[in-house]
């Protein structure tokens, strides 16, 4: 019989260290971007533009390690912290894609707009579900 039923199975190193840099990213990120929007100096720029998308790596290179490394959320410890994993690698991807997407022409002015929006709120989506997914952790 598999010894390991019952007993949540924990991420290896590099799971550990992919999350660490992840949650690094997502306070810088949060910061940045959270703390410009709830000032009311939305839209972001100068010097904070450059530091938020200077962290971005972090949290980018992070979560993409937690997506390969990390055991199935079936193996872990129930089913909330695997539906908030899911949801945080699914807002993840949204808020990267966003992120990334109005650099390139791709979308015209309308559609920039559109991602921004997109961007900023998953982005807070982020945040929250990252806090919830840590909670059902402890
Ligand atoms: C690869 C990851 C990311 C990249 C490349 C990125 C890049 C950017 C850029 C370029 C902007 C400015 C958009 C514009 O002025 O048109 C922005 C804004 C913003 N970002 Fe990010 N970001 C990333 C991840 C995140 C994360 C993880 C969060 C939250 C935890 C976040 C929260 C925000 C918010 C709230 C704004 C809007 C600020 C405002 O109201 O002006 N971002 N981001």
Do not use: D, K
Not at 13 to 42: E, H, N, Q
Not at 63 to 68: F, N, S
Not at 99 to 118: A, S
Request: aromatic fraction near 10%; hydrophobic fraction near 55%.
């Amino acid at each position: 019989m598999n010894s390991s039923v019952g007993t949540p199975v924990q991420p290896c190193w590099v799971g550990r260290a992919s999350y660490g840099l992840m949650w690094l990213g997502i306070l810088a990120l949060a910061a940045s971007g959270i703390g410009t929007f709830a000032l009311g100096r939305a839209p972001m720029s100068h010097w904070i533009l450059m530091a938020h998308v200077g962290a971005s790596p972090l949290f980018a290179i992070g979560i993409a390690g937690v997506a390969l490394s990390w055991p199935a959320p079936e193996l872990r410890r129930g089913p909330m912290e695997a539906i908030w994993y899911w949801l945080l690698l699914v807002a993840g991807l949204v808020v990267i894609l966003s992120g990334v997407l109005p650099m390139t022409p791709l979308f015209g002015t309308h559609g920039q707009e559109f991602l921004y929006l997109v961007h900023r709120y998953s982005g807070m989506a982020v945040a929250v579900i990252a806090v919830l997914h840590a909670w059902s952790r402890r």
